[in-house]
């Protein structure tokens, strides 16, 4: 993958992220509330709900763009992945992160 | 340049059960346009996605150079796809788009463009239509793909912008394929090597303009009466500026007015009360109140429009033949109305919003829900009404002018998801349906609707008209190109009358004057009003009380039947007779085509003067060639000393008397009429023996 096309691919996943993690945050302070840890709620969140939502949403607002990624020869399903695999990145980075200050 | 060929067929595809396209075959080489025409619904969007690959199929084979080529392996490399909607990401500045999307060189070919350079540090959303949909075809042009499929590039932008997407398609011909479809055929048509149209889910190769006719796509006449280029296959079908030549020169023919003045109206027993005028009410049989108003309009604008004329007659008689019915009431058109002019909140337009409100109003309806709900879906079932209406009017064939109409109704709403909404079956709207209906309803396309409104207000008239023809019997009058004037009529009758009788009548430019004579309550006036309405209706392209009636097109009808005196301007009845004469004389000199009845002329002076200028003015008039003179009169003393004149003939209505009872058969028949019955009225009714009687 070219530079140019793992930029089009972080602009989608950044697309996503302005959903996923307001979202995630949220459920991590419910989970919080509720006596969950709040990095292990806003983790699962980020690679199951709040994934799933953001990309809902971008399908129903905005699924005349996927048009922008298609015409590079990105797949709806390769950008969903890709996404979705950089957002278990983080959640994994996060963990790392998580069990060290622990 | 390595010439590629793009090659699709064995396309079937299904939309809400309905096949849509079954018999597709769309070939386009490098270096080639081809242009892709079809009316809404008919598939020319779904063609294209389904080329590249975004939709799925229950088959499709798409070829390159002969290969079959998988949508995944299609997208980025061989083909680059325009969508209707636009495809550009709302959030990212247009400087950054360039560069995420095409090379280095390519960006700084774009960026340079005079048109772009202003904008690249803006939002997709600070782009007007035009400068948003030339980027985006810029961008396409640039990619390295080898085919470029183009939906809709001309639609809704302005005129600049199409010149300009035009001549972008233009520069990159010669190294890409391109496959455009868009409803605005006239530049489609200009840029195309090859013109394919969908229809009834195949595709048919065009290959003369006036074939687009006979599958109904434009109207008739739009290219079968232009001078057009001959061209072949293959060759590009630019003849586009040939056609708006053509368009140019008709509507620089300037039309002269008909004209026709209250006292006709009166006369004629048009307008006499209002909009309950007697003729008018034989008409009047709307559905609708806007109907209404514009068979009023109608009546009260006749014309002398050849092409208008036609136009309006063939619309009529097409309903008239095919008892179309319009299944439009007036409880449906007046709802619409107050929905569109009822100053209510705009129904939310946020998905969560509409929700919210949509739940509230479930709990509680509010008066403006109600009101809104209603209308949205009151009109959202009128306008599928009418769309299958239309949908029917061309599939019958219907003429040039209701096609026309029908045509532009259907391009009125170009919003595909309002079309989506309008072309499903489903009955229940959701809550962000609605909101997308009264949005588009009462802002962005109010405008269009109101057209489409007055449009089903016009195919009220049609229908009401061609009603009134078949129940009191009227036919549809013939037009006649000739420079001088003629009127001929068969079975002439009055149809306010319960029992008429009908009479045969001619009337020409080498005899362009009658004289009518006969006795009272022979039926002169009867005749004449019956003639002065065939004429009326005639210049508006309606049916007319006769037969059959052939007739060329005049500047005025002038009628003085029912004249009285004025006494708020202080004329006498005389005085007013002489004025209407003055007021001919002047149109005449004027060198109008005039159709002038006169019954019982100078009837308010003396015998010895009314003889004498009777005399003198009918010979001045039979002179006038280029109008049409009917003149009764009891005067027939003169009639002697005006039979040399050739250019008056003589008509009469018979009368007989049985028992001292006088018997009229109201036929008119060559000659002058001498009978007199007038005392033999007045001795019947005893009227002398009443007054006798009271003055003892």
């Not at chain 2, 002269?256 to 049989?285: A, I, M, Y």
């Not at chain 2, 709207?429 to 109010?446: E, I, P, Q, T, V």
């Amino acid at each position: 993958m070219n530079a140019q096309k793992l930029s089009l691919l972080f602009n989608y996943h950044f697309d996503i992220q302005s959903i996923n993690i307001p979202f995630s945050f949220l459920a991590a302070l419910v989970g919080y509330a509720t006596g969950l840890n709040f990095l292990t709620s806003f983790i699962v969140s980020l690679v199951t709900g709040g994934y799933f939502l953001a990309s809902y949403f971008y399908e129903k607002r905005r699924k005349h763009e996927y048009y922008f990624y298609y015409n590079k020869g990105f797949t709806r399903a390769g950008l969903i992945a890709y996404s979705w695999l950089l957002d278990g990145l983080l959640a994994f980075l996060i963990a790392i992160i998580k069990s060290i200050i622990r | 340049m390595n010439t590629h060929v793009l090659e699709a067929d064995s396309i079937i595809a299904t939309l809400g059960g309905k096949k849509i396209l079954s018999d597709v075959y769309l070939r386009c080489q490098s270096g080639e346009v081809v242009g892709v025409l079809g009316r809404n619904g008919a598939g020319k969007s779904t063609l294209l996605q389904l080329i590249f690959g975004t939709l799925p199929s229950e088959d499709r084979s798409v070829r390159i150079d002969g290969e079959v080529v998988h949508p995944p392996h299609l997208q980025g490399k061989w083909i680059a796809y325009l969508p209707q909607n636009g495809f550009l990401p709302s959030n990212v500045p247009i400087g950054k788009i360039i560069g995420h999307y095409v090379d280095a060189e390519s960006g700084k070919k774009i960026a340079a463009d005079p048109r772009v350079r202003p904008h690249l540090k803006k939002r997709i959303r600070e782009l007007s239509g035009g400068e948003l949909r030339y980027l985006e075809i810029l961008l396409l042009v640039n990619l390295k793909v080898k085919f470029v499929l183009l939906d809709e590039p001309f639609s809704g932008i302005e005129p600049i912008y199409q010149d300009r997407v035009t001549d972008l398609i233009n520069e990159y011909r010669g190294e890409k394929g391109f496959v455009v479809t868009d409803h605005v055929y006239r530049k489609i048509i200009g840029i195309s090597d090859k013109l394919l149209l969908i229809n009834q889910g195949k595709t048919i190769p065009i290959s003369k303009p006036e074939q687009l006719e006979q599958f109904s796509y434009v109207p008739r006449g739009t290219f079968s009466g232009s001078v057009l280029p001959k061209f072949a296959q293959g060759d590009r079908l630019n003849f586009l500026s040939v056609v708006e030549d053509d368009v140019e020169t008709i509507e620089e023919e300037a039309v002269v007015p008909f004209e026709v003045d209250k006292q006709t109206w009166k006369d004629l027993d048009l307008f006499d009360q209002g909009r309950k005028g007697l003729v008018f009410s034989l008409f009047n049989n709307v559905k609708t109140v806007g109907g209404g108003d514009r068979l009023e309009q109608l009546f009260k604008s006749p014309s002398n429009d050849l092409r208008v004329l036609e136009e309006r007659r063939d619309a009529i008689r097409f309903f008239y033949n095919n008892g179309i019915d319009l299944n439009i009431g007036r409880q449906q058109m007046d709802t619409i109305e107050h929905y569109l002019n009822a100053s209510i909140p705009l129904y939310p337009d946020t998905r969560m919003d509409a929700l919210v409100y949509n739940l509230r109003n479930k709990l509680k309806q509010t008066n403006n829900h109600y009101l809104v709900t209603i209308g949205i879906q009151t009109t959202v079932s009128t306008l599928r009404q009418f769309f299958r209406l239309a949908d029917e009017l061309r599939a019958k064939g219907c003429p040039y002018h209701l096609a026309a109409m029908s045509l532009n109704v259907d391009e009125l709403i170009p919003d595909g998801k309002i079309r989506d909404i309008l072309s499903s079956s489903n009955t229940e709207l959701s809550a962000m349906d609605m909101s997308r209906c009264d949005h588009y309803f009462r802002r962005k396309g109010r405008e269009q609707l109101r057209r489409i409104m007055d449009t089903i207000y016009e195919f009220d008239v049609y229908q009401a008209v061609a009603g009134a023809a078949q129940k009191h019997s009227l036919s549809f009058p013939e037009y006649i190109r000739r420079p001088l004037p003629l009127i001929q009529v068969r079975g002439l009758f009055h149809p306010l009358l319960a029992s008429p009788v009908s009479n045969d009548y001619s009337i020409d430019n080498d005899s362009n004057l009658c004289f009518i004579s006969g006795a009272n309550m022979s039926g002169k006036s009867t005749f004449l009003k019956a003639f002065g309405l065939c004429v009326y209706l005639s210049h508006l392209g309606f049916p007319v009380p006769a037969a059959y009636m052939e007739t060329t097109l005049f500047n005025g009808l002038i009628t003085t039947i029912n004249l009285s005196d004025n006494i708020s301007q202080g004329y006498s009845h005389f005085y007013n007779e002489v004025r209407r004469v003055k007021d001919v004389a002047l149109k005449i000199k004027e060198k109008k085509r005039l159709v002038v009845l006169f019954d019982e002329l100078f009837r308010g002076t003396n015998v010895k003067d009314a003889s004498d200028a009777s005399l003198q003015v009918i010979d001045a008039l039979s002179r006038v060639r280029n109008s049409l003179f009917l003149i009764s009169t009891h005067i027939v003393e003169i009639a002697e000393q005006l039979s040399e004149n050739k250019n008056i003939f003589f008509n009469c209505f018979e009368s007989t008397m049985e028992a001292g009872v006088p018997w009229y058969n109201y036929k008119i028949r060559e000659g002058i009429s001498n009978e007199r019955v007038g005392m033999l009225i007045i001795r019947n009714e005893q009227i002398i023996e009443i007054l006798k009687e009271v003055g003892g």
